[in-house]
């Protein structure tokens, strides 16, 4: 259970990559820095969330699939030992 609701936090995580970019771009736009640089810098945080939000939902889906695969397993044992 503990991997699954692991697995469930990590969901929020990309968010927080692409804030500092946002940050840095408010920044460098007060310093009037060329349009195509904010683009590049805009585009770059974007891929690096995007690549985090589908790295977070494989390791999601498996623990998902592994959690389930458990308590498959689990209830197999308990069907087998049968009432006490």
Do not use: C
Request: hydrophobic share 50%.
């Amino acid at each position: 259970m503990d991997e699954y609701r692991a697995s469930r936090r990590r969901y929020f995580r990309p968010p927080l990559v692409f804030l500092p970019t946002m940050f840095l771009l408010l920044g460098l736009q007060n310093l009037h820095v060329p349009a195509p640089v904010l683009l590049v810098l805009l585009g770059m945080g974007s891929i690096v969330t995007f690549v985090m939000v589908w790295r977070n939902a494989k390791v999601a889906i498996r623990a998902d699939r592994r959690l389930k695969a458990e308590k498959r397993e689990w209830d197999a044992k308990q069907r087998r030992a049968g009432p006490a």
